[in-house]
């Protein structure tokens, strides 16, 4: 194995574990603090950890549940529609399973409500 190689990917390893802010941080910020509302820095580390964590999706016309990992789509869904997001949060549900055993809930598929 090239030693270089190896000593680059530790440093790089090493960066990430020192700048990247925990999952457990992130959740706790956004139940604690946010009331449940997430911002654009809290969705890339849920979006890690939990990709298929469910998450309302508020519109000005609509709402919808979907899995963290499609909130891009979701946007891209909404905005073509001609509408436009108002928020996304941790729908109760969610919340209240991460709260009693450490996980949320799973969604598999955008649900327009």
């Not at 139940?31 to 654009?40: H, N, P, R």
């Not at 108002?86 to 919340?95: E, N, Q, T």
Request: hydrophobic share 45%; net charge positive.
């Amino acid at each position: 194995m090239d030693k270089q190689r190896i000593a680059k990917e530790l440093v790089e390893m090493a960066r990430s574990l020192v700048t990247a802010e925990s999952w457990v941080s992130v959740a706790a910020r956004v139940i604690d603090k946010q009331m449940g509302f997430l911002t654009d820095r809290d969705t890339p580390v849920l979006r890690k950890a939990f990709p298929r964590m469910a998450v309302l999706v508020r519109t000005g016309m609509a709402r919808y549940v979907a899995p963290i990992k499609d909130l891009d789509k979701v946007f891209k869904m909404v905005e073509d529609e001609g509408d436009y997001v108002r928020d996304v949060s941790v729908p109760s549900k969610s919340y209240d399973q991460f709260v009693s055993n450490g996980t949320f809930i799973d969604t598999a598929r955008i649900v327009k409500k």
